[in-house]
């Protein structure tokens, strides 16, 4: 992820022929990403963060995936701007994994309900992700995420930051978010 980093950090990474972003602020990437994207259309630009159903507009125009979905009224507004701009983003819903009243994400038991929920809206659901609580060890919570994933009949999966994502890859993420781990700490 390269949120806070301004575009000067982040060219010699496109210059190398990196292309999938993260960004954990809609505002924040317009401004950041709107010229470049511009120049650069193979570059996919990824939200990790909440999205606020009053920015939906502004993130399905600038924004390839959504990390993030983790409600009806989010995922439905999604659907309506996708149809408004005739753009299909590729979604993950947020999966609370550790039960935590301070995140955001699906209870674990409502995940199937709300997957068909978002099938019935003609979503591209891609996959399940997670934030693993923590003061926890993430394996446990990223073998759950897996199986949930595989019972869903889905390939992808969101997980694994800069301090556990060789745990994350050994259990089949394919999406990792290791900012800090290229960008240095955030200031």
Known sequence: ?????GIENIKPLIEYGHIDF???KVQEAIEKWSEIKAENSNIKLHLIGKLQTNKVKYAVKIFDYIHSV????LAKKISEEQIKNKKNIKIF??????DEVQKSGIKKDKVYDFYQYCLHL??????LMCIPPEEQSPDQFFKDLKIMSHSLGLKKLSMGMSSDYITAVENSATHIRIGSSIFGSRN
């Open 1 to 5: 992820m390269s949120k806070t980093f």
């Open 70 to 73: 983790d409600n009806e009224k």
């Open 93 to 98: 819903i947020q999966v609370n994994i550790g």
């Open 122 to 127: 003609k979503l591209d659901v891609i996959g």
């Open 22 to 24: 993260g960004e954990n």
